[in-house]
């Protein structure tokens, strides 16, 4: 079997050198399932980390990255993550990515990967510390509660330079942290960062058509998977999520996956039984099962997107969990229809396509690639979709609008400006879920439910 170290690095080096998604490189380098959860936690810990671990290996080596074989910079990013922010065997990680670079690139790679990191273990001075405001820069946050401590400096004055601090601690871009820092206080947004850079529970919904949490708690338990209820979301975490797709009850369609912040919207839309309800940006399905389910699979959802192939997706999501009342829809007849007003619905979800901000926990590389420019742009694209939408909800029916950002660009100023461009709306509700790395961790997103008069 191969060792996950090796994998990952194939994976980080091809993503660098091929510009290539890194979930789709998880896809093809993954044929032994079995190594899944520890590649994916190093591949994604490295991408949520990279800006911090490659500032820490220029300190900690005295060369600057560019002066670095590009090959041999994921072994150390590895290396330096898993010392930092897993509990790893030290000598483990030494000794297996030292002979990836002595079998791959010679005996002079594997000196200077061995010297990197041994220079690394002298240079830090204690894992898993409480934070002390004293001596701050030298303390990396881990998670919540830990810190991992350096005998240098390895960040800037926290209290001089916050939005600086917080960027070089999370691998953040300071301009998205000087937006987060305008509309919230330190305190909060430093949870922002924890809440997306941690590592993501995988939770299950249980599909009410089919199961409840009990029923499918009891079958998890049977086979030895180990699993909590959380009562409040009605939802149950995985404690160590593997294939999914091998778990008791997923061919079956006893559950989906999503995140808790995710259930949100469908939930404040509250649909009814035998009400013809339409989700115009579905694909992936997740929230049209969603909607499906509350209407206790009475009435009609109609759900379509604008890539066919994503269509498809939802097809095997309504499949697999039984949702009959579920119909796909060619994107551009429904625009037509809606434009025409040959199709009018009691409730319409818009999901829209958003910047991410939010789900930045999950979606690594969102923070490599986002762009004041990308958001201004997607919100505009969105006001789009938001005068489409509300030409589709009947008099007296509800529009929820929802995205997994967190920038007011797209979220509150949309709605206010989409009000005031479209009198026949009033505002029911809104909420804004920033992302969080406590006990019940999760994601962030926003969810506007407008009724229209």
Known sequence: MDCFRQIAFEILNSAHSKNTE????????????????????????????????????????????????????PLLQIGFYEFIYTHAAEHAVVDELVQIAKSGFGTKSAGFINAVLRNLQRNIEQKNVRFDDKISSYLLPVSMQNFCRFKMSVLPDRNERPAEYLADAFSLPQWLISGWLEQFDFASVFGICLGSNRRPSVYLRPNPLKTDIQTLSDLLAQSDIRHQAIEEYQMISLQKPGNIVLLPGFKEGLFCVQDPAATLPVKALSPQPDQTILDLCAAPGTKTMQIAELMNNKGVVIATDINPQRRGLIERNRQRLGADIVQIVDYEQLVNDIRSGRRIFDAVLLDVPCSNTGVLARRCEVRHRITSNAIARL???????????????????????????????????????????????????????????????????????????
């Open 22 to 73: 890194v979930s789709e490189l998880l896809d093809e380098y993954l044929p032994n399932r079995s190594v899944l959860p520890q590649t994916v936690d190093v591949v994604n810990g490295v991408l949520r980390n990279q800006s911090a671990l490659n500032r820490l290996i220029e300190l900690v080596s005295g060369a600057k990255l560019k002066n670095i074989r590009p090959v041999l910079l």
């Open 379 to 453: 919100a505009s694209a969105g006001a789009e979709m938001l005068g489409l939408a509300c030409a589709a909800v009947k008099s007296g029916g509800k529009l929820c609008y929802s995205t997994c950002s967190l920038e007011q660009q797209e979220n509150e100023i949309q709605i206010e400006g989409f009000l005031k461009n479209y009198g026949k709306f009033r505002l029911v509700a809104d909420k804004l879920t920033l992302p969080c790395a406590g006990d019940v961790d999760h994601d962030g997103g926003y969810y506007a439910v407008l009724q229209k008069l």
